[in-house]
């Protein structure tokens, strides 16, 4: 059973940035594709980022284009999501989800439905 706990939220004045982190136990080599998503109040989950661990391949969704570095560490099964200018709006819970690539070795596409791991989320909160 892969477990993942995500660390390094809290509270930041806009402008700002953070370091989230991943930790995956209990990991099957196999399921190397790791996402962030993140769910603000009241709306749905969304998909900001993904990796595959090993190739390094990354993937950003536009909502958050050019202000997101996802990486991981292969040895450490830990994967980070920097974002930099934080804006209020990115006040939310974040979520780490995790699952097999596709054939060809591509992750799988930012839907929550398509990942079948997740941690029990981190929320960010952006002071104005």
């Known amino acids: 059973q892969v477990q993942l706990v995500e660390s390094g939220g809290g509270s930041v004045q806009a402008g700002g940035s953070l370091r989230l982190s991943c930790a995956a136990s209990?990991?099957?080599?196999?399921?190397?594709?790791m996402a962030w998503f993140r769910q603000a109040p009241a709306k749905e989950r969304e998909g900001v980022a993904r990796?595959?661990?090993?190739?390094?391949?990354?993937y950003y969704a536009d909502s958050m284009a050019g202000r997101l570095t996802i990486s991981g560490d292969n040895a450490k099964n830990t994967v980070y999501l920097h974002i930099n200018a934080l804006e209020p709006e990115d006040t939310a819970m974040y979520y780490c989800?995790?699952?097999?690539?596709?054939?060809?070795?591509?992750?799988?596409?930012?839907?929550?439905?398509?990942?079948?791991?997740w941690g029990q989320g981190i929320q960010v909160t952006v002071s104005s």
């Open positions: 989800a995790s699952n097999r690539p596709l054939i060809g070795g591509v992750c799988p596409a930012l839907v929550e439905s398509n990942y079948d791991y």
């Open positions: 990796v595959v661990l090993g190739s390094g391949t990354t």
């Open positions: 209990g990991y099957k080599y196999d399921f190397n594709c």
